[in-house]
């Protein structure tokens, strides 16, 4: 249809009235909803998190540093008040934030008997999360005092201990040293050790009131007496000692001697589970037995033993050293299998006396 005024001109405004696509478009659009404002709290949240942890991990490591001086101080007096003595000239805390380090100046440790031990200096170290496990090291050495024999001076390239399982008993002791020297006073008692390359003790609890004994020494210099002192003469040695001790809980008491007389009163015994020692040419076994200790602390009891021993017939001097070298003229393996008995504080290889039995206290 044509336009009914086509001479006409319409206003904007009904132009605008009466366009149907753009009354559509009118009333159907509707304005984009204004976009919200970012929420910042949520960016800060981690570091907010990890300052707060971070304090908090301040606070408790000085705690634990209190607790741990304050700890020792306790002991420490409690010690004494039993006529034992833990003591130092000086002490201070480091390792923040994971380690809680101790250094001690002149630290000793005594019992009422009279053994004791002096460490010039002492640093020990355990995780703040695993206080239950302390790594110690001797860097000057060590002063072992015995109360009959004397002092004993123990140097070397290093000397360390791990104490840990304080809550069994026994707890976990592992001493290790090398390049060692043991040295006395003329006027002292020889010491058993001279030297050694490498040593090892541990002590392990077990199971049904048990626990283990484990020593180990490579490349020793020693001053034994009896049928050991036979086997080494004067070669460097190598030895190893595992044995287990019953009725452990019994081992307890004022003093070393009085803890080890009630063990014994209480059916202590010492079980050889493997003993060796080698020394040049010869070689000794201990293959099984027991051991207890008498009222004066000398071992006692029965071992049964293998003696290896190849000697120049010129230089046998022994009873052991005669029969090795009969033994090698026939063509033999200088072996001998015998019965070593512990009795009155002698010790003897069949019918030979071969010197004093060891003593414990």
Known sequence: MSDPYPNTQRSPLSTLIFNPDWTHAFMT???????????????????????????????????????????????????????????????????????LDVNLADARVAEPSGWALRLPELKAEAMIYGLDHWVA??????????????????????????????????????????????????????????????????????????????????????NFTGLLGRIAQENT???????????????????????????????????????????GEAEGTAKSGALTVDAAGRLQGKLEVVLNERVDPRTARTPEQILAAAAQALGREPIIEASLILQDGRTRLGSLDTGPSPRIF
Not at 200 to 208: A, S
Not at 243 to 259: C, E, M, Q
């Open 29 to 99: 659009h509707t304005d984009a909803a204004p976009p919200r404002k970012v929420r910042r709290r949520g960016l800060f949240a981690p570091f907010i998190i990890t300052l707060v942890f971070a304090a908090a991990w301040c606070v408790g490591w000085f705690w634990l540093r209190t607790q741990a001086e304050q700890r020792m101080d306790v002991a420490a007096a409690s010690l004494k008040s039993r006529g034992y003595d833990l003591s130092w000239s000086a002490r201070t805390f480091s390792g923040f934030p994971f380690r």
């Open 237 to 279: 040695a190598s030895m190893i000692l595992d044995a287990r001790l019953s009725k452990v809980s019994a081992l307890r008491g004022g003093n070393w001697t009085d803890a080890v007389g009630k063990w014994s009163t209480s059916g202590g015994a010492i079980t050889m589970e493997n003993a060796k020692i080698t020394a």
């Open 137 to 222: 090291t001797a860097p000057r050495g060590a002063l072992l005092t015995r109360p009959d024999g004397g002092d004993v001076a123990i140097g070397g390239q290093a000397l360390r201990a791990s104490l840990a399982g304080l809550k069994a008993y026994p707890p976990r002791i592992s001493v290790e040293g090398a390049g060692l020297v043991f040295s006395t006073a003329p006027e002292a008692a020889p010491f058993p050790l001279r030297s050694v390359e490498t040593l090892q003790l541990h002590l392990r609890p077990g199971p049904d009131d048990q626990a283990a004994i484990l020593f180990k020494a490579d490349g020793a210099r020693v």
